[in-house]
């Protein structure tokens, strides 16, 4: 019998008993907690359970609906083909690491409260954060502490927006929200860090690619999806959603072709695709809706496919830029074989999983009669194709032999591609099992003949597009460059405003140093030579010996404190100690 517990919860606690195991029983381990997961995604009934009362709020653990099903059932799917992946890996904070992750991604969508959601999102920040920090290189370690910075200041951003919500509305409980408020422009703007929003984006370009080999698979999956699932439970039929997602389909793709990382690519086209669903999440149809939650399924199966390709052509060379691949379809068959099936669905081609899922969210554009919207995904279909599509098995597989002596990846991996990919075209060929759980009933047939035509149009116009640059050289060169994004300016601008603050700031402390701990103290041994003068200042040495003032002028203060505590005044000196003791406890009291 399946248990009726939270996968989230699950998942988290099992992570736990990673560390201790070892061998076979961990492999195991690692498999059975997300299939266990996947089996309750599929079959536990809609409702919400494992309520807990927390502080005069109900706190729900675990909520059901056809909404959170769907992305349940591919995050703890993609989990198990994301450690099928990594069997061979024997580090255990990789392993736990993931396992924590997932389990976060999980609780998120299961969670029906705002209160444990911000939990499950909190962890799921920290615990991809070693994933990248598991490549144990300065770069890697550099990268994580930036990703980490970036999603505790938007998590800090996203409790803010909760705090305020619930002192308007009194209710914890997630369900849409709406632009309509500071509270809500605050829970936005959280969810809007994890879903790479431009211009909030480039912490994915700078992490992903750092990320350990089987790491980057799971960076994949969970967090841009999770807030795609967020933003279509709370701020679904947003307009403002629509121009934002309709610009993360267009501007990536510029800095995709520049990029020479091959993981730095699909870190570009993979906002470019989340841009797809944010747009969905924006025109609010049930069609666009229907479009968004299923092209994120297709989408983490897809990427998660060219993810594993990149690593392991990564794994077995140690290479993983387009001007040091070239020519590995001879050694690595299989592996190239599985990166054109991911191409070949990331691209939409017919009969392969992107192209039921995307030409839903293109359709819905069309029937609300977004004209401009509709264009601008259509040309940002053609550019991933373009990037994606093209250029990462080209560049990997096809181009200049480098004469890298390769072999395919372990059994495991190989594995994990090929079920990756199977789902990828047996999705693309038969769509009714995925339409048959969307959120909506579905009335769409992706398989018609304008529908075929069209999109063959137009990705032959982005393969002649591409042949006509590479032919002429006009197509820019792959270098070794590093790509100015957006993160320069508040990079720079913080560099800045420390500097300035800094300068500022330690002007204010060391001047008022100098006048409460020098320029006082000092006068007041100086004027402390008699005894009348030295009765007077006995409660301000007293002041002063508790401060415990430290640094350059503590001879100014112990010849202060030795000279009004002479005989003559000793008593003046203890009682002034013991008022200001007083005042102290009576203010820690208050």
């Not at 699909?266 to 939650?293: H, P, R």
């Not at 794994?315 to 830029?321: D, F, K, N």
Request: charged content about 10%; glycine content about 10%.
């Amino acid at each position: 019998m399946i248990p009726d517990i939270p996968p989230g919860l699950l998942i988290v606690c099992g992570a736990l008993l990673v560390p201790f195991l070892r061998g076979g029983v961990r492999k195991a381990w690692v498999l059975i907690l997300p299939l266990t997961a996947l089996a309750i995604a599929a079959t536990a009934p809609e409702g919400a359970r494992w309520t807990v009362d927390f502080l005069g709020q109900k706190l729900v653990l675990f909520h059901m609906d056809r909404l959170s099903r769907v992305f349940g059932i591919i995050f703890s799917l993609i989990t198990v083909i994301g450690f099928v992946f990594a069997l061979k890996v024997e580090d255990s904070l990789q392993h736990a690491a993931a396992l924590v992750y997932a389990g976060s991604a999980l609780g998120v969508t299961f969670a029906g409260d705002f209160l444990s959601l911000y939990v499950y999102w909190e962890f799921m920040a920290v615990a991809s954060t070693f994933l990248v920090l598991a490549r144990r290189t300065p770069e890697a370690r550099a990268a994580a502490f930036r990703y980490i910075l970036v999603h505790l200041a938007g998590g800090l951003v996203l409790l803010a927006g909760i705090v305020l919500w619930y002192y308007e509305t009194g209710s914890l409980a997630v369900g849409h929200i709406g632009l309509n408020g500071s509270a809500s422009w605050l829970i936005f703007l959280g969810i809007a860090v994890n879903a790479a929003i431009p211009p909030l984006h480039p912490w994915l370009k700078d992490a992903y690619p750092q990320s350990t080999a089987t790491g980057a698979v799971f960076l994949s999956a969970f967090t841009t999806k999770s807030a795609v699932y967020l933003m279509a439970r709370t701020f679904a039929g947003t307009e403002l959603l629509i121009w934002l997602g309709a610009i993360m389909t267009f501007v990536p793709i510029f800095y995709a072709v520049l990029e020479n990382d091959i993981r730095s690519v699909l870190s570009y086209s993979l906002i470019n695709q989340v841009g797809f669903m944010m747009c969905g999440v924006g025109i609010g149809t049930e069609l666009a809706i229907n479009g968004t939650v299923a092209h994120a399924f297709c989408h983490i199966l897809y990427k998660a496919l060219l993810f594993m390709a990149a690593g392991s052509v990564l794994h077995v060379t140690g290479r993983i830029r387009c001007t040091d691949l070239g020519g590995l379809y001879k050694s690595m068959p299989l592996t190239c074989l599985f990166c054109i099936v991911g191409a070949a669905s990331i691209s939409a081609f017919p009969l392969f999983s992107g192209f039921v899922s995307k030409s839903m969210i293109v359709s819905a554009a069309g029937y609300g009669h977004l004209s401009v919207i509709w264009l601008m995904l259509q040309f940002a279909s053609a550019g991933v194709f373009h990037h994606a599509g093209i250029k990462v098995p080209f560049f990997m597989f096809f181009s200049h032999d480098q004469g890298i002596k390769a072999k395919e990846p372990p059994l495991n991996m190989l594995l994990a591609m090929g079920t990756a990919a199977f789902l990828c075209i047996a999705v693309g060929v038969y769509p009714k099992p995925l339409y048959a759980i969307l959120p909506f009933p579905v009335d769409y047939v992706p398989y018609t003949a304008a529908h075929v035509v069209g999109q063959l149009q137009l990705l032959l116009f982005g393969a002649l597009a591409f042949a006509l640059l590479m032919l002429s050289g006009v197509y820019p060169p792959e270098i070794r460059a590093i790509n100015l994004d957006t993160d320069w300016f508040y990079r720079k601008g913080f560099r800045v405003a420390d500097k300035a603050l800094g300068t500022v700031l330690n002007g204010v402390n060391k001047a008022a140093a100098g006048l409460f701990f020098g320029v006082i103290p000092g006068a007041a041994a100086r004027f402390s030579s008699n005894a009348p003068v030295r009765i007077a200042g006995a409660p301000l040495a007293g002041l002063f010996w508790l401060l415990g003032c430290r640094g350059q002028y503590l001879k100014f203060r112990m010849d202060f404190l030795r000279k009004s505590f002479e005989k003559e005044s000793l008593p003046v000196g203890w009682a002034a100690a013991a008022v200001a003791v007083m005042f102290v406890l009576l203010y820690v009291w208050n």
